[in-house]
Structures are given as structure tokens and as C-alpha cells.
């Protein structure tokens, strides 16, 4: 079975940055378009940043918005997450997912049907 396997997590202070890098275990991952979702305990799960399949099109949560990049890099079956400017409300845990189609990034996620077992990001002041 297809997998998602999220890594690059960990503790930061308020300021600091952290990279998160997602790796598909098939190929087939790389023609869909990849999101970024995260949840803090006693919220629901929320988009985050998403990509199309080329990497031409980006979306981004207003949260997030000058902060966060998200990239791929379809020969290695990866997609990255540069998290800079981080704050403590950014703690959460993160999970990388495949949607279901190639050219248009969602930021519901029954628009993606594969997900990562997530990986934790904690920000302190």
C-alpha cells in the first residue's frame, strides 16, 4: 500500500524555522497534487499550504501566508514544507497528504485521500 512519510519536525522557539519533508514510497504520488495539513490538540484538522502536480500553482492558509513555502520536487517523489517567522500558535501536528487530482489545490481534506502518520511541531516563546 502507498505510503506518505512526513519527517523534518521538532521544537523551536518563537522566530525559529523548521523544514518538513514529505516522502512518497510510489511514484504515482507524483502526479497529484500534495497538501499540508495540521492539527492542535482540541482543534480540527486544517489546510495549510498545497501544490499542483507541475509545482505552478501554490495555495496557502491566511495564517501562514509569508511565512510557510511549500515546494516538490517530483524526480525524488518528495514535497517540502520551509516553515520560517514561526509562532507558537503554528504548534500542531503536521501531516502531509495526496489528493485526488492533479491541476487544483483544495484545502478541504476530503480532498485527499492519502495521508502521512504526522510528524510534531512545537514552538515556544
Known amino acids: 500500500q502507498a505510503q506518505l512519510v512526513e519527517s523534518g519536525g521538532g521544537s523551536v522557539h518563537t522566530g525559529g524555522s523548521l523544514r518538513l519533508s514529505c516522502s512518497a514510497s510510489?511514484?504515482?504520488?507524483?502526479?497529484?497534487?500534495k497538501g499540508w495539513f495540521r492539527q492542535a490538540p482540541g482543534k480540527e484538522r486544517e489546510f495549510v499550504a498545497g501544490?499542483?502536480?507541475?509545482?505552478?500553482?501554490?495555495r496557502y492558509a491566511d495564517s501562514v501566508k509569508g511565512r510557510f513555502t511549500i515546494s516538490r520536487d517530483n524526480t525524488k517523489n518528495t514535497v517540502d514544507l520551509q516553515m520560517d517567522s514561526l509562532k507558537p500558535e503554528d504548534t500542531a501536528v503536521y501531516y502531509c497528504a495526496a489528493g485526488l487530482n492533479q491541476r487544483v489545490v483544495y484545502s478541504t481534506a476530503r480532498s485527499y485521500n492519502t495521508w502521512g502518520q504526522g510528524t510534531q511541531v512545537t514552538v515556544s516563546s
Open positions: 510510489e511514484r504515482t504520488f507524483a502526479n497529484y497534487v
Open positions: 501544490i499542483t502536480w507541475t509545482g505552478a500553482s501554490t
